[in-house]
């Protein structure tokens, strides 16, 4: 069982910046594929950003070139760096995990972009 703890979210205005952790349990965290999603009221869960084991990565293409998803293994930890930061990009934010067919969730983390 892999726990994902999520953290950095709250309140930011327009065009401001936050930067979102993911801490992971296990010690196999660096074979992970790790991903953001975000979930707004009313509407699905949808894919922001993941990471391979290898590094490679994918976003959504409402947020390229505003966000960036990274990882340190040393850590067991995954970022999400979101800047230029719009109303729409509010949202409960939500760390993924898989491996080898397996599939783990955070809790979520609010974020609020607002003035």
């Known amino acids: 069982q892999v726990q994902l703890v999520e953290s950095g979210g709250g309140l930011v205005q327009p065009g401001g910046s936050l930067r979102l952790s993911c801490a992971a349990s296990?010690?196999?965290?660096?074979?992970?594929?790790m991903g953001w999603y975000r979930q707004a009221p009313g509407k699905q869960r949808n894919l922001v950003a993941h990471i391979t084991r290898n590094r490679n990565t994918n976003y959504a293409d409402s947020v390229k070139g505003r966000f960036t998803i990274s990882r340190d293994n040393a850590k067991n930890t995954v970022y999400l760096q979101m800047n230029s930061l719009k109303p729409e990009d509010t949202a409960v934010y939500y760390c993924?995990?898989?491996?080898?067919?397996?599939?783990?969730w955070g809790q979520g983390t609010q974020v609020t972009v607002s003035s």
């Open positions: 296990g010690s196999i965290f660096s074979l992970y594929t």
């Open positions: 993924n995990a898989v491996w080898s067919g397996h599939e783990y």
